[in-house]
């Protein structure tokens, strides 16, 4: 059973910073894509940070130069760096992984989601 774990989320004033990690336990496979999410109250969950297995990143345009994601898959941990932090990256952040069994099978994961809330 492949568990994801997220911390790092907390309050924070606007211009601060937080650092959300996240952690899978148990047997899984060859790590593959690592995602951020966020979802907001009334909204739709959308993407804000992917790496790939070569490490390259890509960001939504609204974090793009303030968040940083990054990854060690020694650990199977994904991080997410976020700095200059906006009332408007208010949200529950959610990590997603994808990984490759033996059969190269793609599984998914979720963790539960960790709260970031950014006070004006």
């Known amino acids: 059973q492949v568990q994801l774990v997220e911390s790092g989320g907390g309050l924070v004033q606007a211009g601060g910073s937080l650092r959300l990690s996240c952690a899978a336990s148990?047997?899984?496979?060859?790590?593959?894509?690592m995602r951020w999410y966020r979802q907001a109250p009334g909204k739709q969950r959308e993407v804000v940070a992917v790496?790939?297995?070569?490490?390259?990143?890509t960001y939504r345009d609204s974090v793009r130069g303030r968040f940083t994601i990054s990854r060690d898959d020694v650990k199977k941990m994904v991080y997410l760096q976020m700095n200059s932090l906006k009332p408007e990256d208010t949200a529950v952040y959610y990590c997603?992984?994808?990984?490759?069994?033996?059969?190269?099978?793609?599984?998914?994961?979720w963790g539960q989601g960790t709260q970031v809330t950014v006070s004006s």
């Open positions: 997603y992984v994808d990984s490759k069994d033996s059969s190269l099978r793609l599984q998914t994961y």
């Open positions: 148990g047997t899984i496979g060859r790590l593959n894509f």
């Open positions: 790496i790939d297995p070569a490490g390259e990143a």
